[in-house]
C-alpha cells in the first residue's frame, strides 16, 4: 500500500517532472509539519530550488497552484519556501490504521552481532554498565525491528590482572567466608575484595607484583590458580544472572576472554612473523599506528600500540583481535557493533587499524557505539574505590519509589501486595531505562531517580500511563462495532495524534540507522503528550454522536498499539492499569 507520503511525493514529482524535464528527483522531501495547525506535512523546496536553478518561492508557489482543488487534499498552501499539505481525513487516518512493521523495513536479514553489557568479574555491575545494557538491548530490538539478523551478545572479561586483584585479596584476606556464609549476592562479595586490594596496596605496593605474577600462573593453567578462578567467577555469575533479570537485559550469546585471548595471541604471533607488528627492545610486541591517520607527531612514542606485554601476557586488545577474527571469519557476521564508553573511543580506533593491517578486510565493518558517562553528584564513579551507584540498589531504589506511587494512586482500592509488586516493577524500571534512553548516547547523565519516576514530563511513567488509560477507555467501552467511519474525524487534536502515531515508523528507521534510541523514546513520549491533549479537548465515551465515539475508540486503540511497540523498543514493559 502507497502511504499518504509516497502519494504527495507522487503527485508533486510529476509536477516537476511535467515542468522540468531533466528533473532527477533530488532534493524531493516530504516532513511532518512541525505546527499541526499549518497542515499535517510540509514540503521543503530549497534542494528542489538548488536543482531546478529556481527559487524556492517560486517552486512552493507553483507546485501549491497545480495542486489546488486536487480531492486529496483538504488544503494546500505555499508559505514562503514550504508547501503545506492538509490531507482529507479519510486517508490520512485510513494510512494509520494499516500501519504495519514492514512499513519499517530495512534490511532482508543481514546477520549483525551487537556486543553490549561486557562486565569484569571481579565486581558488581553498576550504573554505567546499566546505561550499556539499556543502551544495547534497545538497539539490539530496534534493528531486529527493522529485519536485521541481530544475535544480542556479551564478552565477558573473566580474565586479566584486575580479575587476580580480587583473586589475590580473597586468598589473602578472606578467611574463607562465602557469599553463603555472608548472605551476600555473589558479585557484591567478590567487589567487595576489588575494593579491599586497592586499600590494602596503597599501603603495601608489593600486592601488584603478587597480582601480575598470579596473571602468569593463571595464564600457565596453574591448577591451584584455576580452581580459585572458577570458584570466584562462579559467584559472580550467580550475582550477574538475578541482577539481569531484574533488569531484563537478554542475551542470545556469550563470549569469555578466556577462551579467546589465546587466538589473539596467535593473531598477533602471526603478524609478527609477516612483519606487520614489531618486537619492542622491552621485548612486548606493538603496532606502529600511521602518523597521519591518527594525527601524531613523528617522534611521539605514543605512536604504538601493545599488543603483548614483554612477560607474553595479554592485554584488552589482544582478546579484542581473537573476538573479531571468531566472528567475521568463523561465525559469519556482515557487522559488529560494539556498545562500550566514549573513553574506549581510541581503543577501537586502534583495534579497526590493526585488523586493517593484518589483512582483514571485514575491519570495516565494525562499528563502535560509544556512549557518554554517568556521573555523581560529586562526580565519574569509580569501583576501585567503591564510589559506585550500584546497579542492584539503584533497580531497588526506583521499584520502592514506583511502589510508593502506586500505593498513593490506588489509595481506596486496596490492591493485594503481588499486584502492587508487579506494577511498581514495570514502573521503576520503566523509568530507569526511558530516563536513560531519552538523550541521546553522547551526552554525559546526571542520573536523578526522583526525577525519573515521575508521572509528570519526559518520563517512562508518563507514557506508561498514557497506555494505561487508553486500555482503561477501550475496557469501559466493552462491545463497539467495527465498522467505523474515519471520515467523521479530522480535527486538529485529531490530525497531531495521528501525525506523531504515523511518525513512529520513521523515527524507528532512523534511530536503526543513525545507532540512537533516543529517537524512538522522542517518539513515544509524543505520541503520549498527543494523546493528552486530544483526551483533553474531546469527548470519546461522552461523545453524543456514537459514529464519531466509534471512530476515536478505533484511533486511540491504534495509538495504545503503537505506543507499546515503541515503548517495547526501549525494553519498557506496558501496563494495563497503574
Request: charged share 25%; net charge negative.
Amino acid at each position: 500500500m502507497l502511504t499518504v507520503e509516497n502519494k504527495i511525493l507522487t503527485k508533486v514529482s510529476h509536477i516537476l517532472q511535467e515542468k522540468y524535464p531533466n528533473f532527477s528527483g533530488n532534493g524531493l522531501s516530504l516532513n511532518f509539519s512541525p505546527e499541526i495547525k499549518f497542515g499535517d506535512f510540509a514540503l521543503p523546496c530549497f534542494l528542489l530550488a538548488k536543482e531546478l536553478k529556481s527559487s524556492p518561492l517560486e517552486i512552493s508557489s507553483m507546485i501549491a497552484g497545480i495542486l489546488f482543488g486536487d480531492n486529496f487534499f483538504v488544503k494546500i498552501e505555499a508559505a514562503g519556501p514550504y508547501v503545506n499539505f492538509t490531507v482529507k481525513a479519510e486517508f490520512l487516518f485510513d494510512d494509520l490504521m494499516n500501519l504495519e512493521q514492514k512499513d519499517c523495513f530495512l534490511s532482508d536479514g543481514e546477520k549483525i552481532i551487537l556486543e553490549y553489557l561486557s562486565p569484569n568479574t571481579n565486581k558488581p555491575l553498576h550504573l554505567g554498565h546499566v546505561r550499556n545494557g539499556c543502551l544495547g538491548m534497545a538497539m539490539a530490538n530496534i534493528l531486529a525491528y527493522v529485519g536485521y539478523d541481530v544475535t544480542r551478545a556479551s564478552l565477558v572479561n573473566d580474565r586479566g590482572i584486575h580479575i587476580c586483584k580480587s583473586m589475590l585479596a580473597w586468598q589473602k584476606f578472606g578467611n574463607g567466608e562465602t557469599p553463603e556464609t555472608t548472605g551476600e549476592k555473589g558479585d557484591h562479595f567478590v567487589g567487595r575484595y576489588y575494593v579491599k586490594f586497592a586499600k590494602e596496596s596503597d599501603t603495601d605496593p608489593s600486592l601488584n607484583d603478587e597480582a601480575q605474577d598470579m596473571l602468569r600462573r593463571w595464564e600457565a593453567r596453574d591448577p591451584e590458580i584455576m580452581a580459585l578462578w572458577e570458584k570466584m567467577n562462579s559467584w559472580v555469575y550467580a550475582g550477574f544472572t538475578e541482577t539481569y533479570k531484574t533488569l531484563g537485559f537478554n542475551f542470545d550469546k556469550f563470549y569469555y576472554e578466556s577462551a579467546l585471548y589465546n587466538l589473539g595471541k596467535d593473531i598477533v604471533a602471526d603478524g609478527l612473523k609477516r612483519d606487520v607488528l614489531k618486537k619492542e627492545e622491552d621485548g612486548s610486541i606493538a603496532y606502529a599506528l600511521p602518523v597521519d591517520k591518527f594525527g601524531l607527531d613523528q617522534d611521539d612514542k605514543e605512536k604504538r600500540v601493545t599488543l603483548l606485554r614483554k612477560d607474553g601476557t595479554s592485554v584488552y586488545i589482544t582478546q579484542d583481535l581473537g573476538v573479531a577474527h571468531k566472528r567475521f571469519e568463523e561465525e559469519k557476521y556482515s557487522r559488529a557493533v560494539y556498545v562500550v564508553g566514549s573513553e574506549q573511543i581510541y581503543h577501537f580506533k586502534c583495534l579497526i587499524e590493526v585488523l586493517r593491517a593484518l589483512g582483514f578486510a571485514w575491519a570495516d565493518n565494525i562499528k563502535h557505539l560509544s556512549y557518554g558517562m554517568v556521573y555523581l553528584p560529586e562526580g565519574k564513579m569509580k569501583s576501585r574505590e567503591g564510589k559506585v551507584v550500584d546497579a542492584d540498589n539503584l533497580a531497588a531504589e526506583l521499584i520502592d519509589l514506583a511502589k510508593a506511587a502506586v500505593l498513593e494512586k490506588n489509595a481506596e482500592s486496596k490492591l493485594d501486595e503481588a499486584e502492587v509488586m508487579a506494577r511498581a516493577i514495570k514502573i521503576g524500571i520503566g523509568a530507569l531505562k526511558f530516563y536513560i534512553l531519552r538523550v541521546s548516547a553522547d551526552i554525559d547523565i546526571h542520573f536523578d531517580p526522583k526525577e525519573s519516576i515521575s508521572f509528570d514530563g519526559v518520563t517512562g511513567p508518563y507514557c506508561q500511563y498514557v497506555f494505561a488509560r487508553i486500555n482503561s477507555i477501550v475496557e469501559k467501552a466493552g462491545e463497539v462495532s467495527e465498522d467505523f467511519d474515519l471520515s467523521l474525524l479530522g480535527n486538529l487534536e485529531e490530525r497531531l495524534l495521528a501525525q506523531k502515531v504515523l511518525a513512529l515508523p520513521v523515527k524507528i528507521k532512523e534511530a536503526a540507522q543513525s545507532s540512537n534510541p533516543s529517537v524512538v523514546a522522542s517518539g513515544v513520549y509524543e505520541i503520549a503528550k498527543a494523546f493528552n491533549q486530544f483526551y483533553h479537548h474531546h469527548q470519546i465515551l461522552g461523545e453524543t454522536d456514537k459514529k464519531i465515539s466509534a471512530a476515536r475508540l478505533a484511533l486511540i486503540k491504534k495509538t495504545a498499539a503503537v505506543l507499546k511497540i515503541g515503548l517495547e523498543l526501549l525494553g519498557i514493559d506496558t501496563l494495563s492499569a497503574m
